[in-house]
């Protein structure tokens, strides 16, 4: 950072942040987003991700139904302004849900079943085609849930299209495409292809 009050106010202070980093805890140099610790805490405690990938699950299940039935409707515009609102508040639900989980909330799940449940729900992500912004916002959902359940190869193409969609609908430069991608590059790292997770942040 260039102005120094933003920066390590000690050798110790990095230090402290790369043993967190290392130990798989948000480090103080990056703002905690609910995303962020979602993935931290799912390497922290591996049983307990299994409790935040069937909340996830089942509420990706609701949103795509409910989804289906919005999409329907017979005023498109009237349709699609109510589809926005009621699918923005779902998925904030969605997102407020899984911030919340904590290490006592844990439970065992089939990952053979949690899958087909996903598979499932993203094979019905195409009702959204024709509002392309909401069908980003729930691909990258069902991508941050394979992600959390260890799927992350079944992550990303649905990062993927969302960053298509949103470069698309939005531009290069908007904050969702930036997120996309940056989001596409985490799963590059994951996969240990730094070179193309270094490619796309200095991209973003």
Do not use: N
Not at 6 to 23: F, K
Not at 25 to 38: D, E, G, M, N
Not at 79 to 108: H, K, N, Y
Not at 156 to 171: S, T, V
Request: charged share 30%; proline share 3%; aromatic share 4%.
């Amino acid at each position: 950072e260039k102005e120094p009050a933003r920066r390590y106010a000690s050798a110790s202070a990095l230090a402290e942040d790369i043993r967190r980093h290392l130990d798989d805890l948000p480090i103080a140099a990056r703002a905690p987003s609910a995303i962020y610790q979602l993935r931290k805490f799912s390497r922290r405690h591996r049983a307990a991700a299994g409790a935040l990938v069937a909340i996830a699950a089942v509420l990706m299940v609701s949103v795509v139904a409910l989804g289906a039935l919005l999409v329907r409707a017979t005023t498109a515009e009237a349709a699609a302004r109510r589809e926005a609102v009621r699918s923005g508040a779902v998925a904030q639900f969605l997102d407020d849900m899984l911030s919340g989980i904590s290490p006592e909330m844990t439970l065992e799940m089939d990952t053979e079943l949690l899958r087909a449940i996903l598979d499932r729900a993203s094979a019905r992500v195409d009702a959204y085609s024709e509002h392309p912004l909401i069908e980003a916002d729930i691909r990258m959902i069902i991508a941050d849930t394979y992600d959390a359940a260890g799927l992350a190869e079944l992550a990303r193409p649905h990062i993927e299209e969302a960053l298509a969609i949103r470069r698309r609908e939005l531009g290069d430069g908007h904050a969702g495409a930036l997120a996309s991608l940056i989001r596409l590059g985490e799963v590059d790292f994951e996969d240990a292809d730094y070179e193309a997770a270094l490619a796309k942040a200095r991209d973003a």
